[in-house]
């Protein structure tokens, strides 16, 4: 299944989260075995929310045989998922929703697989929002070999890049970003969110730097009283950093070229940007 298929799947799930009702309101639960039969199915139903399909291109797309095909499509008949249009089988409304929830189960649980060194280092009201949009993405951890491998990567993407937004992106950014070779706001447009006493300290460390920046328009600072994690949206990509709490370091750096992740951080980025304070000036070095 193509990732615009699976992007607009992921994403309309996700508009829809605040609606959701919990299995328990239905009524009787489904049996473990229906469910498994569902995840069995999983590939069926993902080809045919793509597009419907007859018989020939069924199993010319699964790689199944004549036999296991009528199976298949009999399970789908069986159980009001499909119906035969103009000789091709077309999911009904219950069968797409089976395809969503399917697709969505098998991404969130390989997501949390792989995101799991990120999910342990942001608060547990945030984590169920950055699994689905960095299911895809790279995944830089620290290790004792090589601490510093988030921070490399994030300013990889850094250097490539000719904008740069984001918040509580203070711990990414190594101190040899302050010297002349590495300066963060050199034809960048910059526009960061942090909280009120990191924005002081940077000004302790950096007033030339950053009046300079502000000055030719190329940065601007908000400031916000609390942040859950790192957002870092560049150019072509976006990411998303974890800190070590004890220490402040990155511990994790998640970054993706995807639609949806593209879309989510947008979003993310906008809403902590309405619910912040401009910097609007600062007096003294």
């Known amino acids: 299944m193509g990732n615009t298929v699976l992007d607009e799947i992921l994403e309309t799930s996700r508009e829809l989260e605040s609606s959701t009702v919990s299995a328990h309101e239905l009524g009787d639960r489904m049996a473990t075995d229906e469910l498994l039969d569902v995840v069995r199915h999983r590939d069926l139903l993902e080809v045919l929310v793509a597009e419907p399909l007859d018989r020939n291109d069924l199993e010319a797309q699964l790689d199944v045989s004549r036999a296991t095909s009528h199976r298949f499509t009999r399970w789908l008949e069986d159980h009001d998922l499909a119906e035969r249009v103009d000789n091709r089988f077309t999911l009904t409304g219950k069968g797409q929703a089976y395809a969503d929830a399917v697709v969505r189960l098998e991404r969130d ?49 850094l250097r490539g890049s000719e904008t740069f937004r984001g918040f509580n992106t203070a711990p990414m950014l190594p101190p040899g970003l302050a010297e002349p070779s590495e300066r963060l706001f050199d ?40 942040l859950p994690y790192g957002l870092a949206v560049f150019d072509d990509r976006v990411g998303v950093a974890g800190y070590d709490e004890r220490t402040g370091m990155m511990r994790v750096f998640v970054d993706s070229d995807s639609a949806i992740a ?4 947008e979003r993310v980025f906008a809403t902590y940007r309405d619910h912040s304070e401009p910097i609007r000036e600062r007096t003294g070095p």
Not at 199 to 220: C, K
Not at 262 to 265: I, P, S
């Open 187 to 226: 034809g960048r447009d910059v526009e960061l969110i942090y909280l009120p006493e990191v924005v002081d300290v940077l000004f302790e460390r950096y007033p030339d730097q950053l009046h300079e920046a502000i000055d030719a328009g190329h940065l601007t600072l908000r400031t916000r009283e609390a």
């Open 109 to 157: 649980l390989r997501a949390a697989t792989v995101l799991a060194p990120l999910l342990e280092s942001i608060c547990e009201r945030h984590r169920e929002f950055v699994v689905a949009p960095f299911a895809d993405g790279t995944v830089t951890t620290a290790t004792p070999d090589d601490p510093y491998a988030p921070t490399f990567r994030f300013v990889q993407l």
């Open 262 to 265: 593209r879309g989510w951080a």
